[in-house]
């Protein structure tokens, strides 16, 4: 397929196609069980035979290459940025986040290119920190959230007091599902809240295989697991006294979350919660433009990239921008434009990508993830379009930065490629770089939501570039947007700093909170506004 126009495809196709489609991510405090859960609805969706979860981390890696292999066979496709599997009717992406805390700046740009989020707590440490976080984050962006209690096979906390939690904690209301039987750590199975049926679950050997499930009456459940069935009972006729009963429309205006309990590791659970993403999960709408007009589905094709990954084949330093695709067909071999430059975009390499994997797309429909190779003229935020009038989706927020350090380049003969270099890194968004006229071009500052992003910019700066860079900590740890730059004057005399985003948005820094209320005590005409919700 190499047509070169816009998609022919017929409206209807296309409005089939993306209807079938559930995009989301998985979102966790680190540990509660992100990969394993992703695991888990891979198997579930049988694009896996066995689960590697068992086996812990370095067994995992042996499950992916099954992946790899199965790829291969079936032309199932799976990349770094996201998977994509058949469920039932639907075609169901998961959208790969990172891990580590420090990262959360990359996954708040995956949360701009999905339609909901399954929000994983760990049974026994219910909200966490970076918990509360993407809560917030979702919650900005009126993304809908299922939440997962995930290892109710470990003693843990008590279904009620979860429960509670989501309400006091962050104002959102809990919708279980399914309540369990037998409380943490005696995990016996789950009663329906829809049909008051018992879901009983059974071990398989190590939990490797999709756990074994019988359906029971509710006299039956009684009859055979008594006190426990009671109780929970008794506590789902709790919950639905205050409130607790699924509403979908709750669920759509990210007002309420639907709950799930289950054990990732032995499989239990994880069949509900495919179950539910098929039913009952957004699929995508039509998406808001710069001037908040909803763009078709039908529409001519359209994208926006939410993330860009260099140097992913080692033998040669390419590009690779992943796109998700908001509107029409996007078919291999169109020329696109890129409405930020208003320049042509041939995507004659459009791939799905793992790893050192790669697999050629053809055909991607609303709601689909595209990477585009050798893409080095993209960046994040950028949208891609075919046809005419051209479309701008609105660019990525990014969270308030915490850590900020001036580089300066270590070796001053390799100043051209130290220049290259934190363009590049921008264009990544693996940090935000901040200039002002007072430090000049040549030590531009770091802005980074954790630490860690700056060892990857100094670790790519030194081996893809070859230009070491020194870096200086900064003692700042608020910052806040300046929207009058005349005022700029009067916070750089308080012994805080403003610098300026290549996206024009001046960042007053300060110390600490206490700092920043000094200034607004001392200047209240000085208006000083939040980054981003979520980001604070
Ligand atoms: P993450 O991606 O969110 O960081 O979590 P990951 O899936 O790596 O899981 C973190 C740990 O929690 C792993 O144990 C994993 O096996 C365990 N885990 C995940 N889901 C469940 C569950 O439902 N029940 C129980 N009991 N444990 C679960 P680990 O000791 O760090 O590694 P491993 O050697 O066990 O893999």
Redesign the pocket.
């Given at each position: 397929m190499t047509a070169a126009g816009p998609s022919t495809a017929p409206p209807a196709e296309v409005l089939r196609e993306a209807g079938r489609r559930r995009t989301f991510a998985v979102i966790?405090h680190?540990?509660?069980?992100?990969?394993?859960?992703t695991e888990a609805l891979a198997l579930h969706a049988r694009v896996i035979s066995q689960a590697g979860?068992v086996h812990?981390?370095a067994g995992r890696r042996g499950v992916v290459s099954d992946w790899m292999e199965l790829e291969k066979a079936r032309g199932i496709s799976i990349t770094s940025a996201a998977l994509q599997f058949a469920y039932r009717d639907a075609v169901v992406n998961l959208l790969d986040t990172p891990?580590h805390a420090d990262f959360s700046e990359d996954t708040y740009r995956v949360l701009a290119a999905v339609d909901s989020a399954v929000m994983?707590l760990d049974a026994a440490k219910g909200l966490e920190p970076q918990t509360l976080k993407l809560f917030d984050v979702c919650r900005h962006r009126g993304i809908p959230v299922i939440t997962f209690v995930?290892?109710?096979?470990?003693p843990g906390r008590d279904a009620l007091e979860l429960c509670d939690e989501l309400v006091e904690r962050i104002g959102l209301q809990p919708m279980p599902l399914t309540w369990p039987v037998g409380e943490a750590g005696d995990f016996r199975g789950v009663l329906d809240r829809r049909d008051g049926h018992f879901t009983r679950y059974s071990r398989t050997a190590g939990g490797a295989t999709a756990a074994g499930e019988d359906r029971l009456p509710p006299a039956r459940a009684e009859a055979e697991e008594g006190a426990r069935w009671t109780r929970a009972v008794e506590e789902s006729e709790l919950m639905s006294a205050s409130g607790g009963d699924f509403d979908r429309e709750r669920f759509l205006a990210a007002s309420a979350t639907p709950v799930l309990f289950?054990?990732?590791?032995?499989n239990f659970g994880v069949r509900h919660l495919l179950d539910l993403l098929v039913e009952l999960a957004p699929r995508p709408e039509p998406r808001r433009d710069v001037e908040a007009r909803p763009r078709a589905l039908d529409a001519p094709f359209s994208a926006f990239v939410f993330k860009v990954q260099t140097g992913m084949d080692p033998s040669h330093r390419d590009q690779v921008a992943f796109a998700r695709v908001c509107s029409g067909v996007f078919e291999r071999g169109m020329v696109v434009t890129n409405a930020t430059t208003g320049r042509p975009f041939a995507t004659k390499y459009a791939q799905q990508v793992f790893g050192q994997h790669r697999s050629t797309v053809d055909t991607a429909y609303p709601g689909d993830v595209i990477g585009l190779v050798n893409a080095t003229a993209l960046r994040v935020g950028d949208t891609l379009h075919t046809g005419r009038p051209a479309v701008r989706f609105p660019g990525l927020p990014s969270f308030a930065p915490a850590h900020f350090a001036v580089a300066r380049p270590a070796d001053l003969s390799r100043a051209k490629q130290f220049r290259r270099g934190i363009d590049q890194l921008e264009s990544e968004g693996v940090v935000q770089v901040l200039r002002s006229l007072r430090r000049g071009e040549g030590s531009p500052v770091f802005a980074a939501v954790g630490p860690m992003q700056f060892e990857v910019a100094a670790y790519r700066l030194d081996t893809e570039f070859k230009s070491p860079v020194r870096l200086e900590r900064l003692p700042y740890t608020v910052a806040r947007r300046l929207p009058d730059p005349d005022h700029r004057a009067v916070v750089d005399s308080r012994g805080s700093e403003v610098l300026t985003r290549a996206d024009g948005t001046h960042l007053a820094l300060f110390t600490d909170s206490t700092a920043l209320a000094v200034l607004r005590r001392l200047h209240p005409e000085v208006t000083l506004e939040p980054l981003v919700a979520g980001g604070e």
């Open positions: 966790s680190p540990d509660a069980g992100k990969s394993t859960v979860a812990g981390k891990g994983l995930n290892k109710w096979d470990r289950g054990s990732a590791v032995l």
